[in-house]
């Protein structure tokens, strides 16, 4: 039994050893230097809550991008997790070719956060690009996808929106292993198509919903590729989101310690959203076996 | 008068049976048609994709159709040669040559870690296992700084050990989280076999166990393939000299560099970079769409 639990260890060791080294150090790390003004060439200078007095206070910066973050977060998940879902109901039938539309549809999400299809975008979204000759043969006048701060943060949640493939194949998988004889049952009693759905699917789904939910914010708040490649955070830092901001005070200005006070403002949000979720999940997340209706 | 009741009862299923296939046809062309108009929104982009970068750069942005009409390799050929002192095929070398140890160490330490997990018994396992779920909502932008400082400090800074590194000691959680899954699913009568047989543990895990999770193990390659493929802040944030950098480095830098007007090869680079990730994922979608459907992914 004690070789059991020194083998098992032993196992583990690797993985121990990168949780302490990169994840748990450098956490705790990046807790000190927010608290820090730090520019890699002299030792940190420890200066109490300065960063984020000033962050709060005086960084016009940070509001904005703290706003767009939030726009873009609460734009594209919702969006994106919906149009998942819908789709993956409607490949749930018994329809031929499942299959192919299933793997058509996950292509996108495939590639990414590739720069690749950044690039695309780009092209696509240009004022004589596709997206602009598409709305024209149907009558609608040239839309300034990126010049135009209105639209485009839009522009890069349709991009994110584009790859819902894989929230849509778990979303498919989960509707595939819903019991066929409640659908039987309902029917039976004459319940439409609509009341099915609200009444039997969905709450169903409501766990792999809330597993999808979490999964795509947590993703959402760290976009960097997007605005990045695309918009290069403009214009007028209409895509400017956080971890661009931090990017530019950490890698471009060197202020350490400033980054990592937005470092953390930022894991705070995420953080607490998550637990939002998890708490208000016991209202309305539902788990087959609970005796609770 | 029965006869009658029975006759027209008849007539009336008929017809509500027909009215019934009626509306299921009907439902079912609808559904095909909104499938088919979504597929064609979808991946039309991509088609385009590939058939602007055999465009000339007039006529890229002269219509909505993909057929080029004056097929040209240019994009192709002035691409590769981009406008450094490298071709494209070593951005290709590179991005392999950062891949392939990254895949293996991913390999090696998560089965481990998964394999402790999953089937031997030691003190604080659960607080452990716990830390699997943490790090996988745990998000990266908070370590970034503190790790940076780190890989500068042991001199790593523009070699491709960071980007390795951490892998090699399972810092993909979510890969950890999938194999754990996937074994706890798995009976354990063989491995018990096997340690009646004399195998030690080390044995049973490479001969009875690893075999075994094989299509998880594929999914986790292919996953983690994918994704240092498409990485771009990794590369970005520790790479500084050109001669190493991989594919999506490569293709900002020939944004950056490149003349304006010459789209082709933007997109013909694109098009070659995105070309490694479709056709694995084709060869091997089985393992994409399980290895999602098994664990739910990023992406």
Redesign the interface.
């Known amino acids: 039994m004690k070789s059991q639990r020194a083998l098992g260890l032993a196992y583990l060791t690797p993985y121990v050893v990168g949780l302490l080294v990169f994840t748990m150090i450098p956490f705790v790390a990046s807790l000190y230097l927010s608290f820090t003004k730090y520019d890699l060439m002299s030792a940190p200078k420890w200066v109490g809550f300065d960063n984020f007095v000033k962050l709060f206070t005086r960084d016009r910066t940070f509001w904005k991008s703290l706003n767009v973050t939030l726009l873009y977060v609460f734009l594209t998940v919702p969006l994106k997790l919906a149009f998942a879902l819908f789709i993956a109901a409607i490949l749930n039938y018994r329809l031929r070719f499942i299959n192919f539309f299933r793997t058509a549809f996950y292509v996108p999400s495939i590639l990414g956060g590739s720069i690749a299809i950044a690039v695309l975008w780009r092209y696509i979204f240009a004022s004589e690009g596709l997206a602009n000759m598409a709305l024209d043969l149907v009558g609608l006048g040239p839309v300034d996808w990126f010049g135009d701060p209105g639209n485009a943060l839009f522009t890069i949640t349709l991009l994110r929106c584009w790859q819902f493939g894989s929230a849509m194949v778990i979303f498919l998988a989960a509707l595939q292993s819903i019991d066929k004889s409640l659908y039987e049952a309902a029917r039976i009693d004459g319940a439409s198509q609509t009341r099915i759905f609200f009444a039997i699917t969905l709450p169903l789904l409501t766990p792999v919903i809330f597993f999808n939910l979490i999964m795509q914010m947590v993703q959402a708040f760290q976009e960097f590729n997007g605005p990045y490649i695309i918009t290069q955070g403009g214009p007028l830092k209409a895509t400017y989101l956080l971890p661009l901001y931090i990017y530019e005070e950490a890698f471009k200005k060197f202020n350490m310690g400033y980054a990592s006070a937005i470092a953390w403002v930022l894991f705070v949000i995420i953080t607490v959203l998550t637990l939002v979720a998890f708490w208000s999940s016991k209202k309305w997340v539902y788990y087959a076996g609970d005796k609770r209706s | 008068m029965d006869i009658h009741a029975d006759m027209d009862m008849d007539g009336f299923n008929e017809a509500r049976a027909a009215r019934r296939a009626r509306l299921r046809a009907l439902s ?1 062309a609808l ?2 048609l ?2 088919f108009t ?2 064609l929104v ?5 088609i ?2 590939v058939g ?1 970068s055999f465009k000339t750069n007039a006529e ?2 002269s ?2 159709g993909f057929i080029p009409r004056h097929p040209t390799l240019d994009g192709y050929i002035e691409g590769w040669r981009t406008s450094t002192p490298y071709t494209f095929g070593r951005f290709f070398w590179n991005s392999f040559l950062i891949i392939l140890p990254k895949v293996i160490g991913t390999a090696i ?1 998560c089965t ?2 998964a ?3 999953a ?5 604080l ?1 659960k607080v ?1 296992f716990t ?1 699997v779920i943490a ?1 996988l ?14 890989f ?1 400090d042991l001199g790593w800074l523009d070699s491709f050990l960071p980007l390795w ?2 892998s ?4 993909d959680a979510f890969f ?1 989280f999938m194999l754990v899954q996937f074994l706890r699913s798995l009976p354990a009568d063989m491995e018990e076999a096997a340690r009646v047989d004399g195998a030690n ?1 080390l044995q049973t ?1 490479v001969y009875i166990v690893v075999p075994m999770l094989a299509p998880a193990l594929i999914s986790v390659c292919l996953f983690q393939f ?2 240092t ?5 990794g590369p970005l ?1 520790y790479l500084s000299s050109v001669e190493k950098y991989p594919v ?1 480095l490569a ?2 830098l020939s ?1 950056d560099t490149t003349e304006a007007f010459e ?1 082709n090869r ?2 013909a ?3 070659l ?2 070309t490694p ?2 056709v694995i ?2 060869a091997a ?1 089985r393992y ?2 399980e290895g ?2 098994a664990g ?4």
């Open positions: 079912a559904r095909y909104m499938l979504v597929g979808m991946l039309y982009p991509l385009w994709l602007a890229i942005f219509g909505a330490s481990m870690a394999y402790a997990f089937r031997f018994d030691f003190p396992k452990l830390s790090i909502l745990l998000p990266n932008v908070v370590t970034r700084i503190p790790q940076y400082m780190l500068r590194v951490p090699a000691f399972a810092g950890v543990s895990l994918m994704w493929m498409n990485d771009f802040l944030i999506s293709l900002k944004i789209w933007i997109l680079m694109s098009v970079t995105i990730a479709l994922f084709f979608q994409f769409i999602i459907s739910g992914v990023k992406g």
